[in-house]
């Protein structure tokens, strides 16, 4: 009955390496998001579907590249992984793509630690 | 007490006692704003919010209190309880924006 779950919650990696991290949520939520938390606990939004379409994009390499499958996943596949791509990745969805009026559920997060 | 350095501001408060965090945001324009909380291990989780026509709102236990004229933002924990211990995110959502921006965190420890 989890809202929002990401896998893998761990995942090590050697640099170099391309890697993918999957979320789905089943509140039958129109919009979900990506954040990235560094080691300072510095939340900050990389990207955002609303009905599988992308409508942010913030300034993010284009190693990562996120990808709606439908409505209810939002997967983020990462390229030529960095040391500095250590960190641990949050998704996110809200019924709507106005946070004013519709609550964001995070998901439990995966640290991601490149080696 | 409260310190401020290059780690994580924190807050040590005892079982039961009251606990302010505050927060200052940088954008004037911002119209809305949220107060997160976030565990050990988990995601954030939706506290409170306050629009910026209200300079108050109470929930259960806790308070928000907004200061437009110096851009400040606090939010008090009433008998708090080492179940309130987590890092406590403030953000804000400037007009024409749908997304919030997260301010810096606060750690709160809670000693029993």
């Known amino acids: 009955d989890t809202a929002v779950s990401q896998t893998p919650k761990y995942l090590v990696t050697q640099m170099g390496n391309d890697k993918s991290i999957k979320c789905e949520q089943n509140?039958?939520?129109?919009?979900m998001y990506w954040y990235k938390q560094d080691s300072k606990k510095f939340l900050k939004i990389m990207f955002s579907y609303n009905n599988k379409e992308l409508i942010i994009n913030e300034t993010v390499p284009n190693r990562f590249s996120p990808k709606s499958p439908d409505k209810a996943h939002l997967n983020l596949h990462i390229n030529s992984l960095e040391l500095g791509d250590s960190a641990v990745y949050f998704c996110a969805s809200s019924h709507q793509r106005d946070t004013r009026t519709d609550t964001q559920y995070f998901g439990p997060g995966t640290r991601l630690t490149v080696l | 007490g409260e310190s401020v350095g290059l780690h994580l501001p924190t807050l040590s408060v005892q079982e039961g006692d009251n606990s302010i965090i505050n927060c200052a945001y940088s954008?004037?324009?911002?119209?809305?704003f949220i107060w997160y909380k976030q565990e050990s291990g988990k995601g954030p989780q939706f506290i409170i919010d306050?629009?910026?026509?209200?300079d108050k709102r109470q929930g259960q236990r806790v308070t928000v209190l907004l200061n437009k004229t110096v851009k400040h933002l606090s939010l008090q924990i009433a008998a708090t309880q080492p179940g309130d211990s987590a890092v406590y995110f403030c953000a804000e959502t400037p007009g024409g924006s749908y997304i919030p921006t997260f301010g810096r965190g606060t750690s709160l420890i809670v000693h029993p």
């Open positions: 509140l039958g939520h129109d919009t």
């Open positions: 954008n004037s324009a911002s119209d809305y």
């Open positions: 306050i629009r910026s026509n209200m």
